[in-house]
Nanobody, 121 residues
Framework: QVQLVESGGGLVQAGGSLRLSCAASGRTFSRYTMGWFRQAPGKEREFVAG????????YYADSVKGRFTVSRDNARHTMSLQMNSLKPEDTAVYYC??????????????WGQGTQVTVSS
């Protein structure tokens, strides 16, 4: 069982930066593939970025490539999402998620409660 808690959301102007964090409970954090998702009002939840537990490889949605960076610290049981050059269309509730599967495109078993990111124009 894994519990996930996001933090770091807030209000920022377009062009600014935010850093989201996801704290995970559980002794086997290093064996979970982790992902960030977001859901804007009236839209489907979408994949943003993820990092595979076995290889450490990171993957990104095309819309955030070059602007967002995902990382993890297995010793601290945390995952982060550094978001730069934010745009109003990045406004959404951001969720972290975990799966024991070896792909960021797999179904995720555990979800955090979400943190709001609002980018003003």
């Amino acid at each position: 069982q894994v519990q996930l808690v996001e933090s770091g959301g807030g209000l920022v102007q377009a062009g600014g930066s935010l850093r989201l964090s996801c704290a995970a409970s559980g002794r086997t954090f290093s064996r979970y593939t982790m992902g960030w998702f977001r859901q804007a009002p009236g839209k489907e939840r979408e994949f943003v970025a993820g990092i595979v537990w076995s290889s450490g490889s990171a993957y990104y949605a095309d819309s955030v490539k070059g602007r967002f960076t995902v990382s993890r610290d297995n010793a601290r049981h945390t995952m982060s999402l550094q978001m730069n050059s934010l745009k109003p269309e990045d406004t959404a509730v951001y969720y972290c998620a975990a799966t024991q599967r070896g792909s960021v495109w797999a179904n995720y078993d555990y979800w955090g409660q979400g943190t709001q990111v609002t980018v003003s124009s």
